[in-house]
């Protein structure tokens, strides 16, 4: 089990990952100024182990994963799903998964082969972005980490635009 906070005094989005004890286990530093809204995800050292960004020349939101520097995925938003948010997490190979949640209840699960092998809860109880994310076992965390940050950077970039929507119309 891992909770995902959003640090609370940060520019950019910052955030805490911590253990199911409460450690702090890597710290993710958004971007502030980056146009390809990107996240680099550091151990407790400050080294960076992994990446998260978004492809600016793509059809639909893609972001891609980075592990230890190599490509681990690309994880792109489905085109229509009306009432259900759908992801494809594309990982090298055959075995790709799939994230697909409620838009209202901010529930999420992730699914490989139709098996389901991580679960994500967006929390709306604290002022701060909070995810609880459970990982199966042999899955692995980082990849599952940056897939839900990915999430987090699409569903942003999504209500950043229903704003400026609302601010023309006025």
Same mark, same amino acid.
């Given at each position: ?12 989005? !910052? ?13 993710? !530093? ?33 972001? +891609?994963?980075?592990?230890?520097? +190599? ?44 098996? +389901? ?54």
């Amino acid at each position: 089990m891992y909770v995902i906070r959003e640090r609370f005094f940060a520019i950019g989005d !910052d955030f805490d990952v911590l253990d199911e004890h409460g450690d702090k286990v890597y710290r993710v !530093d958004g971007k502030v100024f980056s146009v390809r809204g990107k996240v680099v995800i550091e151990d407790p050292s400050g080294a960076e182990v992994a990446s998260v960004h978004r492809q600016i020349v793509a059809l639909r939101p893609t972001y +891609e994963i980075r592990i230890g520097g +190599e490509k681990a995925a690309e994880v792109r938003k489905k085109l229509f799903t009306p009432f259900r948010e759908k992801f494809t997490i594309d990982v090298p190979g055959p075995d790709d998964l799939t994230m697909k949640g409620d838009l209202l209840d901010h529930e999420y699960e992730i699914e490989l082969g139709g098996q +389901e092998v991580a679960a994500v809860s967006k929390r709306w109880l604290t002022i701060r972005d909070t995810y609880a994310v459970q990982v199966a076992a042999g899955v692995d965390p980082l990849l599952i980490i940056g897939s839900v940050l990915a999430l987090d950077l699409a569903l942003d970039r999504e209500k950043d635009k229903d704003e400026k929507k609302e601010k023309e119309q006025d």
